[in-house]
């Protein structure tokens, strides 16, 4: 199985933090955020493909510098989530396959929950205090019914975590949808066609940090140096 992680977008909610570097390689105690999702994923020895895009140099320059052997793809227009898979598809082919947000971390355990090797598409989820801020996941039986993004009236308090493993099927959905109301191809979207028909399960999680804006980078330090600090006991 081969894993990729999306990291080629602009990241405009991180204000001037994103003017040198993209989002991913954003500072959180002197090391680089993508590095602990990458040491995560290291552990699951998949094959590694990167979407790259806006200051993409700079990721490809620290994945040199650090030794991780990745297959960078270029998505040379941000056309949205959906679109970023279409340039994975020669690099994933007729196999199942991970996908990760670069500017999201996930523990190993929660990375080995959804990388299953049979014929179901999974959506990874969690519980959150502040639903309204995520696409939230509607499930019946362990299978995905819909996501309501940013609901404006209370849905349920368990939201979506861009953590997915795909079966080949997600790139015909892909090829059905169209540009969204901020004209992007969504993969959210895609995911919801197959969900229709029954093939996306849903498997919640238990660790989960979105690098979402500024204010979510003391919260992230927080959490690592509390981590570090049970390792070590």
Same mark, same amino acid.
């Given at each position: 199985?081969?894993?990729?992680?999306?990291? !080629?977008?602009?990241?405009?909610?991180?204000?001037?933090?994103?003017?040198?570097?993209?989002?991913?390689?954003?500072?959180?105690?002197?090391?680089?955020?993508?590095?602990?999702?990458?040491?995560?994923?290291?552990?699951?020895?998949?094959?590694?493909?990167?979407?790259?895009?806006? &200051?993409?140099? #700079?990721?490809?320059?620290?994945?040199?510098?650090?030794?991780?052997?990745? +297959?960078?793809?270029?998505?040379?227009?941000?056309?949205? +989530?959906? =679109?970023?898979?279409?340039?994975?598809?020669?690099?994933?082919?007729?196999?199942?396959?991970?996908?990760?947000?670069?500017?999201?971390?996930?523990?190993?355990?929660?990375?080995?929950?959804?990388? &299953?090797? =049979?014929?179901?598409?999974?959506?990874?989820?969690?519980?959150?205090?502040?639903?309204?801020?995520?696409?939230?996941?509607?499930?019946?039986?362990?299978?995905?019914?819909?996501?309501? #993004?940013?609901? +404006?009236?209370?849905?349920?308090?368990?939201?979506? +975590?861009?953590?997915?493993?795909?079966?080949?099927?997600?790139?015909? !959905?892909?090829?059905?949808?169209?540009?969204?109301?901020?004209?992007?191809?969504?993969?959210? =979207?895609?995911? &919801?066609?197959?969900?229709?028909?029954?093939?996306?399960?849903?498997?919640?999680?238990?660790?989960?940090?979105?690098?979402?804006?500024? #204010?979510?980078?003391?919260?992230?330090?927080?959490?690592?140096k509390n981590l570090n600090k049970k390792q070590r006991k």
């Amino acid at each position: 199985m081969k894993i990729v992680i999306l990291a !080629a977008g602009m990241g405009k909610r991180m204000g001037k933090l994103t003017n040198v570097i993209p989002k991913p390689l954003i500072r959180i105690n002197n090391r680089p955020f993508l590095y602990y999702l990458l040491e995560n994923i290291k552990s699951l020895d998949l094959d590694l493909g990167i979407i790259v895009g806006y &200051k993409g140099g #700079e990721i490809i320059k620290f994945c040199e510098k650090n030794y991780i052997k990745a +297959t960078f793809i270029e998505q040379k227009e941000q056309k949205g +989530t959906g =679109d970023a898979i279409k340039h994975a598809r020669d690099f994933v082919g007729n196999n199942n396959f991970l996908v990760v947000m670069g500017d999201n971390y996930y523990s190993e355990k929660d990375l080995r929950k959804v990388c &299953k090797e =049979d014929n179901i598409n999974y959506i990874a989820a969690i519980k959150s205090k502040c639903p309204e801020r995520y696409g939230v996941v509607v499930e019946k039986n362990i299978f995905l019914k819909e996501i309501v #993004e940013k609901p +404006t009236c209370f849905v349920n308090n368990v939201v979506n +975590t861009g953590l997915y493993k795909f079966t080949p099927e997600i790139f015909k !959905a892909i090829e059905k949808i169209k540009l969204s109301e901020r004209g992007e191809y969504e993969l959210t =979207d895609a995911i &919801k066609l197959l969900a229709k028909e029954n093939k996306v399960k849903v498997a919640e999680i238990k660790d989960w940090l979105d690098l979402g804006c500024p #204010e979510d980078i003391s919260k992230i330090e927080s959490f690592f140096k509390n981590l570090n600090k049970k390792q070590r006991k």
